[in-house]
């Protein structure tokens, strides 16, 4: 059973930065590709970025492309989200999920960490 725990968010002002870390245990290298999505308020949970575990081959939502990274160290078995250029539309709950080889579904999800700009 594959577990991440997120950390590094808080509060933050439009046009900062801040960087997420999500560490993976138990079931490693079952891991085909790992994601953040975000959920604001009343809205629905969107992907924001993805990267493939072997490859480091990278998808962002057009919403962060050129203001967000995503990156991983597969000897700490962690996933990171480098954010800048913050905007308060980037507020919202941030999750790290992971998806196993030879499945579609986004089966592991953390906690969330709670990224909050203002304005």
């Known amino acids: 059973q594959v577990q991440l725990v997120e950390s590094g968010g808080g509060l933050v002002q439009a046009g900062g930065s801040l960087r997420l870390s999500c560490a993976a245990s138990?079931?490693?290298?079952?891991?085909?590709?790992m994601a953040w999505y975000r959920q604001a308020p009343g809205k629905q949970r969107e992907s924001v970025a993805e990267?493939?575990?072997?490859?480091?081959?990278?998808n962002y939502a057009d919403s962060v492309k050129g203001r967000f990274t995503i990156s991983r160290d597969n000897a700490k078995n962690t996933v990171y989200l480098q954010m800048n250029s913050l905007k308060s539309e980037d507020t919202a709950v941030y999750y790290c999920?992971?998806?196993?080889?030879?499945?579609?579904?986004?089966?592991?999800w953390g906690q969330g960490t709670q990224v909050t700009v203002s304005s």
């Open positions: 138990g079931g490693i290298f079952t891991i085909y590709k």
């Open positions: 999920a992971a998806r196993r080889t030879g499945t579609t579904a986004w089966a592991y």
């Open positions: 990267i493939t575990r072997g490859t480091g081959s990278t």
